[in-house]
């Protein structure tokens, strides 16, 4: 489904990604795992058009995505849930759920998936008419990730979900992302916790100053004891 070939970022004269190059397959979670700084957002930044590589591409279900406009990029089914939730604060729940839905036009179904979102987080249905930014952390996360489903994403990009939550809120996040999984939207999942992200996803990859240093399973990387030294406190 995404094509990740040969990328390289720069942030002015930083090398921040250096020939990355990696797929998800339809259906798949797959996890992109490595230290603060290791480029883990500025890929995310550089599928959703946010940023720009010097080299290679960017296939997403066949066509390349490398050149668009990231509006567009939304319209063909790739969403992205930002790192630190990115709620319109003074907008209310359900504005901010309506706003997830700007690329469609079919009205009774953005209701219908108003109601799937709600029946998928209740607490966001009973602050429905509350301002976003007096939501707690987790109430905002799922606020981000409802807004993404509004728009029918065939795939979500899901930018450290746990980042700031409590243990408990993490567990129930993340239980959200396989039931995400589960109903036909294929993720990328970048995350600091890599113990969780390798617990519920089917492969993953490790980032290190901008290049991929190890790939495979998630069940075999978290066995691997570079990986268990490095990132699982092993």
Partial sequence: MLDVKDINVYYGAIHA???????????????????NGAGKTTAMHTISGLLRSKTGDILFMGDSIAAAEPHKIVRLGLAQVPEGRRVFSGMTVQENLEMGAFVRNDGRKVEKDLEMVFTRFPRLKERRRQRAGTLSGGEQQMLAIGRALMSRPKMLLLDEPSMGLSPILVNEIFDCIQEVNKSGTTILLVEQNAKMALSISHRAYVLETGKIIIEGKSSELLDNEKVKRAYLGG
């Fill in 17 to 35: 990604l250096k020939g990355l190059s990696f797929y998800v397959n339809e259906g798949e979670i797959v996890s992109l795992i490595g230290a």
